[in-house]
């Protein structure tokens, strides 16, 4: 079961995007996501509102679920005597933490968000823009 880190795809062009940007490293999305994977995410986040000057229907996504890496088979540089990760090259995450759950940041490593394989079909099915997808590893 892969999960994905996802990310904004800085080199799209300036188009109205369906994730249109990340706010303190959370996902923004327009109505037209929420609906297509609004009900799948709805146990994992919080989805809030935000107000726009152009009237333009956005939504914060507050994950709710802060997973531990596995930290042995993750490579990453470490903050010196600590599991504090500065940068992570391979996530790796064990399938029991991750089974059931479509959208979560890593605990210990605010930046990322890790989306589910559902999440991932969801997107790419509908068309959805505006996200970049790195797989990650489940063992």
């Known amino acids: 079961m892969p999960v994905f880190r996802a990310s904004a795809d800085e080199h799209a062009k300036a188009l109205p995007a369906d994730f249109p940007t990340f706010v ?23 989805i809030l509102p935000l107000s726009t000057d152009d009237n333009v ?12 890496m596995d930290y042995d088979r993750s ?17 790796v995450f064990k399938k029991e933490k991750v089974d059931g ?28 823009t505006g996200l970049l997808f790195k797989e990650v590893t489940v063992e």
């Open 24 to 46: 303190s490293h959370a996902l923004v999305m327009r109505r037209t996501a929420i609906d297509i994977l609004g009900d799948l995410i709805a146990e994992d986040c919080e």
């Open 101 to 128: 759950i479509h959208l979560f940041r890593p605990q210990q490593r605010g930046g990322d968000t890790i989306v589910s394989e559902a999440f991932y079909n969801l997107y790419t099915q509908a068309k959805l």
């Open 75 to 91: 490579v990453a540089m470490y903050l010196t005597g600590t599991k504090i990760p500065l940068l992570v090259h391979k996530y």
């Open 57 to 68: 229907e956005l939504f914060v996504i507050n994950a709710l679920r802060h997973i531990e």
